[in-house]
């Protein structure tokens, strides 16, 4: 199954179970850029990181390839949504949609940048940042932490349950994106990262249970016939969780890397 294929087939689930970002990321990006006039989320998925920029910026771009995924993005009246390749065909392209050279204050990929041609995408990034002082921030999250219990089925569901549904690339979000290629400058003293964080939810283990069957590899094995979340499993979830309704706080560890262009770059 193709990449983008994975993510429009569960688009609503996405939308659903997805975790909310830390306004604190999002003032901590806006306090990195000397201007706040035009920000350009690259697959915005269901918007929400967009809709979270549009509080720090005029303007919000926020581009998906996927038509299921931008037919629930979030609404905002500072953000516009266009179907567009994650590095577009051509420039003409790329400007009709993002902007002008030079006109993008910031850039942001959450959660997706390890699926991405890098090399071609940094380009695309370099040609629309504004210099100086343009950023470009890009961000993961890993696996949930509920309880000791809960923690180590999450554990073998990943770790060996669902390990051969992955994409290879999903060894760069296990590796907080040390090993991903980031040539870009550091915007202050603490470098480009990867500088660590977390957000949380209170979620019921329905709303648990929903974000894993988001995953793209839970939805890979139903593909080939494999239920990882059957039945059986879900009970197993259950007792470690306690009663069902039962809200319990769930940590996502984040890491995020940041970085800016020269102005002779």
Request: proline share 6%.
């Amino acid at each position: 199954m193709a990449r983008t294929e994975l993510f429009v087939k569960q688009a609503a689930a996405y939308a659903r179970a997805r975790p909310n970002y830390p306004a604190t990321l999002f003032q901590m990006l806006a306090d990195a850029t000397q201007r706040h006039e035009r920000a350009w989320d690259c697959a915005t998925g269901n918007g929400q990181a967009a809709a979270m920029l549009a509080e720090h910026y005029e303007s919000v771009v926020a581009t998906d390839i996927s038509d299921g995924q931008l037919a629930h993005a979030v609404a905002h009246p500072r953000v516009t949504y266009r179907k567009m390749l994650a590095v577009p065909e051509d420039s003409q392209e790329l400007e009709h949609t993002v902007g002008p050279a030079g006109s993008v204050d910031l850039v942001t990929v959450a959660q997706a940048v390890h699926w991405f041609d890098l090399p071609a995408f940094y380009s695309v990034v370099r040609h629309v940042l504004r210099r100086p002082g343009g950023v470009l921030a890009v961000w993961c999250y890993k696996q949930p932490r509920v309880s000791a219990a809960v923690d180590a089925l999450c554990d073998k569901l990943y770790e060996h349950d669902s390990a051969q549904y992955w994409d290879p690339a999903r060894e760069l979000v296990d590796a907080d994106y040390r090993t991903i290629p980031f040539p870009f400058e550091p915007v202050d003293s603490r470098g480009v990262g990867p500088h660590f964080m977390s957000m949380t939810k209170e979620w019921t283990l329905d709303d648990y249970l929903h974000y894993w069957r988001s995953n793209s590899a839970i939805q890979t094995a139903l593909d080939n016939g494999v239920d990882l979340l059957s039945a059986e499993v879900c009970d197993t979830f259950l007792r470690a969780w306690g009663p069902a309704d039962i809200s319990r706080t769930v940590t996502f560890p984040m890491a995020l890397l940041m970085g800016t262009v020269s102005a002779s770059s």
